[in-house]
């Protein structure tokens, strides 16, 4: 087996869902009950969601883990607030690495190495400007905007494909959509909440996961303290999810059904846009139109930089990995490429670096947004030639051979993902992020990184909202029943149209 391949299955997480029985349960009405709660989806939001209630006395819940980050976005900066997840990798021990983004970093262009670091600088600057800015508008509360109409308004233009290359790297990279299709407003915020420390956030430091044992260790480390084979169903994806009041049935995919008081949702934005889990009856229209006007982004990769970050619409984020027989890229641990196609393989990333797995040969790029899903629609083949063809631009001295290994996953596509993380559009309303976060009705919630107003799309919004959502639906289960989260009918504008 390959030194990639063995890293990539490493870095994978396996599929799970579930019930078991509850030390506190409601009563039983229709079905003899499986769990008191089925917890629904996976991931961080799963994993602390089971701990809550596991916490509470409240012992039923369903794990569906799907492959996460690997990198920690914002870990702790001095006396700062520390980032859940970073010390959830520090209390297992989890082997991470920082991630030097901004200080060690190549240039390119098409034509081979090319010096551009003062344009890459003039570039974090308007990003800096470009939040600052968008506070000034929530003092003032005026409108939102996409973030292109920030950086217009700052007067940041970029036109050569060195700058438009450098705003990639600063926006789209992070986000894995363009400024015109995001929210200037809240990815400012998101920016803010987690690596400023001025408001509250952990720090700018990135660290990625270096881990044999992958970033799925951490997870299973945690869910290891609490967990039971009782509670576990593995293998055993959803299909349809009846909501009654007084309580739920769940049908897998398999045709076997289990029956609780509540279920809990941590299913991915995508999955929920996409229709793939059938709710009966059908979700309301105020639930449906939150879930439709968020924006998932899919990432293709086997590892995200423990980046403890994530963001809402259906956008993709795609790592093409490559393994070679030796090293003849560049020394730094990162690269920039800068194409006349804004977003044609642009961000490059070495492995085969001292600081992480010298002499291993591998390097990777990432794409994201439109040209993620291109590339998807490509065969293996026809994305490595076109990779490799940036390669020997980028190099036109080296002799650049075909990799002996070759690896992108299809994220957006996969039905059990339908992508990586939310990202929040200039259209999206708090209050449409309030309805996101509601349950329906008292039996059915919903948890996860894009139900975080402040951390959506980071992997600390997942855990952050399986902590609280299910902390107020035990209290709901002790109280022998709520109304739960409070939803808005109708999402109106502040003034009518005037046409």
């Known amino acids: 087996m390959s030194l990639l391949r063995a890293w990539l299955l490493g870095a994978g997480l396996l599929l799970v869902a579930v019930p078991g029985s509850s030390a506190v349960s409601v009563a039983s009405r229709t079905h003899n009950k499986d769990a008191s709660v089925l917890i629904l989806g996976g991931g961080v939001a799963g994993v602390i969601a089971a701990r809550t209630l596991h ?47 901004f200080g060690s970093i190549s240039t390119f262009d098409a034509h081979g190495p090319a010096e551009y670091e003062d344009v890459f600088d003039t570039s974090g600057d308007a990003y800096t400007n470009l939040t600052v800015a968008a506070g ?58 987690t690596d400023n420390t001025d408001v509250g956030g ?35 994806p959803v ?30 934005l995508g999955v929920l846009q996409n229709d793939d889990v059938v709710f009966e009856p059908a979700l309301p229209q105020w639930k449906e139109e939150a879930i439709q006007s968020m924006v ?3 990432v293709c990769l086997p590892m995200r930089s423990l980046c403890l970050g994530l ?25 920039l490429y800068a194409d006349e196609e804004r977003g044609r393989y642009p961000v490059w990333q070495s492995l085969d670096h001292e600081n992480f797995f010298p002499g291993s040969g591998i390097v990777f790029v990432t794409v994201t947004g439109d040209y ?17 063809g940036v390669l020997r631009a980028m190099h036109p001295n080296a002799t650049v051979p075909d990799p002996v290994a070759f ?29 996101l976060r509601a349950n329906v009705g008292e039996r059915l919630w919903f948890a996860g990184e894009a139900t975080s107003q402040k951390y959506f799309g980071f992997l600390h919004g997942a855990y952050f909202e399986g902590l609280e959502v299910t902390t107020a639906l035990a209290e709901c289960i002790m109280a022998g029943g709520c109304l739960g989260m409070e939803h808005v009918p109708e999402v109106t504008d502040a003034r009518p149209y005037q046409i």
């Not at 007084?246 to 809990?264: I, P, Q, W």
């Open 372 to 388: 993620s899903q291109r590339i998807e629609a490509l065969s293996d083949a026809q994305v490595q030639e076109e990779v490799l």
């Open 136 to 193: 000034a508008r929530v003092v003032k509360q005026l409108v939102d905007g996409t973030a292109r109409t920030g950086y217009s308004l700052i007067g940041a233009k970029p036109r050569t494909a060195q700058a438009m290359a450098s705003e990639y790297y600063q926006f789209d990279w992070e986000y894995a959509q363009t400024p015109e299709e995001s929210s200037w407003i809240a990815s400012s915020w998101g920016n803010n909440f």
């Open 202 to 236: 952990f720090g700018d430091d990135n660290r990625m996961s270096i881990d044999p044992r992958g970033f799925k260790y951490l997870l299973e480390a945690e869910a290891a303290e609490f967990l039971e084979p009782r509670q576990l169903r593995l293998n055993a």
């Open 239 to 268: 299909r349809k999810i009846a909501h009654e009041p007084d309580g739920v049935t769940v049908e897998l995919v398999s045709g076997e059904t289990l029956h609780a008081d509540y279920a809990l949702c941590t299913f991915s």
């Open 296 to 298: 998932m982004v899919s």
């Open 407 to 435: 690896h992108f996953a299809r994220w957006h596509s996969d039905p059990l993902f339908r992508g990586s993380y939310s990202n929040w559009p200039s259209s999206f309303f708090s209050e449409h992020h309030q309805n």
């Open 55 to 101: 916490a509470q006395g409240i012992t039923n819940f369903t794990i569906v883990e799907a492959r996460g980050a690997n990198w920690v976005q914002g870990t702790q900066t001095g006396d700062s607030a520390a980032n859940p997840i970073w010390t959830l990798a520090q209390k297992h021990g989890l082997h991470t690495q920082f991630n030097d983004w």
């Open 311 to 335: 963001m809402c619409e259906k956008a993709t984020y795609t790592k093409v990995f490559l393994q070679f027989p030796k090293k003849f890229w560049f020394d730094t641990e990162m690269a």
